[in-house]
């Protein structure tokens, strides 16, 4: 009997070793890759902005700019087409995965959105959306401010849910990212006769001076962590190498000069806004070098086509118009940066945000 007892007594040790040792996997497993600094915590990731990090809301409103179709979401959750404008996840899923908050940050106008989404975060961003008020006009899309009174909205939501103390927290603890910008000098500034008037430096101020007020109304509004993302090398995207580049698709310099001068008056302005409110943590993410990187050494990251998207032709199919369901794809869209001719593949955003993690994560957190 005695040594039944010390047999079984010895076999639940094992058992408990094992669930522990099991337990430890798999909390390694699902917490950020990137380790957040000691005693931080991150509550929520939410997302303001473009198509780089709308995860859907364009789905229910009157545009031609939505991707809840075929071959959106090829790689996403078994071949779902959510609206995210990739093959699969993109920057704002990605970064909540790396902070360990969740793998996906939904749309707050998602329809299934519930308590928990909400008190994790959301995105309220909508493709070809920007900060110049005219360029989602154009394109039938949401506009910064009414992401900013859907944000209100939002907090009204969470306070219901957990009171103002709790809902102050999440806010004060959450990561925002704000990203326009691109739709604004692509589109408004280069392909309409409406911004005619402007010179680079006198439009980019204008970008500027909405890109500022969004982020001091978020700021009054409870947002303390804000990662604000200049304008990519728009240039280099397969679409303006085509519409732009000549006969070799070349990158279109007009249209990185014009990114690059923005990009100098936005850094230069954070910094001051940064300066000025208390408690803030407001950092400029340099996306035009983190993008530049991998388009001109793409062999370092695993990349093998660059100058093409991965749907179609690859040189001009973008959104509903010309990346739909009767396009072909790439047999492998791990090997490209871009999914269509505008937009990063998963892979693409997944290189993007190791890179910017590593470089500014202590400075938002």
């Known amino acids: 009997m005695h040594t039944s007892s010390f047999s079984s007594s010895s076999s639940s040790s094992r058992i408990r070793l094992q669930c522990l040792l099991f337990s430890l996997l798999l ?51 078994g071949g779902i087409p959510t609206g995210r404008f990739s093959n699969g996840r993109i920057p704002t899923d990605l970064i909540a995965e790396e902070v360990s908050v969740k793998q996906y940050v939904p749309a707050y106008l998602d329809p ?29 899309v949401i506009p910064l401010s009414q992401q900013l009174d ?64 969004f982020v001091q109304d978020l700021y009054n509004l409870g947002a303390r962590r804000l990662a604000v993302f200049g304008a990519p090398p728009i240039g280099c995207v397969p679409s303006q190498r085509t519409l732009a580049g000549g006969i070799v698709r070349a990158c279109a310099g007009k249209y990185n000069e014009v990114a690059q001068l923005f990009n100098s008056k936005l850094s230069a302005e954070l910094n001051k806004l940064h300066r000025k409110n208390a408690n803030s943590r407001i950092v400029y993410i340099d996306i035009y070098s983190a993008l530049d990187e991998l388009i001109t050494n793409p062999a370092k990251y695993g990349f093998e086509e660059v100058t093409k998207g991965c749907c179609g032709t690859g040189l001009i199919e973008v959104t509903s118009l010309l990346c739909n369901k009767l396009d072909p794809v790439c047999p492998d869209a791990s090997k490209y940066v871009f999914w269509d001719s505008y937009h990063p593949t998963e892979k693409g955003y997944q290189a993007l945000v190791s890179m910017l993690l590593r470089r500014y994560m202590n400075q938002i957190l």
Not at 46 to 71: A, E, M, Q, R
Not at 112 to 125: E, I, K, R
Not at 128 to 133: F, L, N, Q, R
């Open 27 to 77: 909390a390694v497993m699902t917490t950020g890759a990137i380790p957040l600094p000691p005693n931080v915590t991150v509550t929520a990731v939410i997302g303001f902005g473009d198509s780089i990090i709308d995860p859907g809301n364009n789905n229910g409103i009157k545009t031609i700019i939505k991707c809840n179709h075929p071959p959106y979401g090829k790689d996403f959750m």
């Open 112 to 140: 299934t959105v519930g308590p928990q989404d909400l008190l994790t975060g959301v995105s309220f961003a909508s493709g070809a959306s920007g900060y110049d008020p005219l360029t989602s006009t154009v394109a039938s």
């Open 150 to 213: 859907y944000f209100k909205e939002y907090i009204q939501k969470v306070t219901h849910l957990v009171g103002e103390e709790r809902t102050m927290y999440i806010l004060k603890n959450a990561v925002f990212l704000v990203v326009a910008g691109s739709d604004d000098i692509a589109n408004t500034y280069f392909d309409t006769p409406f911004r005619k008037n402007y010179d680079p430096n006198s439009y980019t101020d204008l970008m500027l001076h909405s890109a500022s007020a």
